[in-house]
């Protein structure tokens, strides 16, 4: 058994979409229209296109908007991505005007950093030494 797609809630997909290949770089897979404005979108890392997929999935049912809310006031991350270098790649991003709200923490082995997709999640970025 493996994860094949996981998912964040996003309240605009056209917008999830560039921020997560234009800024973050990963790469669309899948943009199958499933009626009205929703699609089933998915993006993957350049580094494993047939890995694990994203679907950036609208935020629409009800029990949403509460959970994600929750999540972001208690500043609890929606995923996390493995980086090769924390502090390089927040360095990266917040040339592009990403806003963390954790800035790379050192602990022991892992390095961590949080930021703001723009779409209505914290995104966690790591690496382990």
């Not at 972001?72 to 806003?99: M, Q, T, W, Y």
Request: proline letters at 7%; one cysteine or more.
């Amino acid at each position: 058994m493996r994860i094949h797609v996981t998912s964040v809630f996003v309240h605009d997909q056209d917008e999830a979409l560039r921020f997560y290949t234009e800024v973050l770089g990963f790469e669309k897979k899948h943009d199958v229209p499933l009626g009205g404005e929703n699609r089933w979108l998915t993006v993957v890392s350049p580094e494993d296109p047939d890995g694990t997929e994203l679907l950036l999935e609208p935020d629409k049912h009800p029990a949403v908007k509460p959970y994600t809310t929750a999540l972001v006031e208690d500043g609890i991350p929606a995923a996390s991505f493995a980086v090769d270098d924390v502090h390089a790649e927040f360095d990266r991003l917040s040339k592009l005007g990403v806003r963390f709200i954790q800035e790379p923490l050192d602990m022991g082995p892992v390095a961590t950093a949080v930021l703001d997709d723009t779409c209505g999640n914290l995104i966690q970025i790591m690496h382990t030494s």
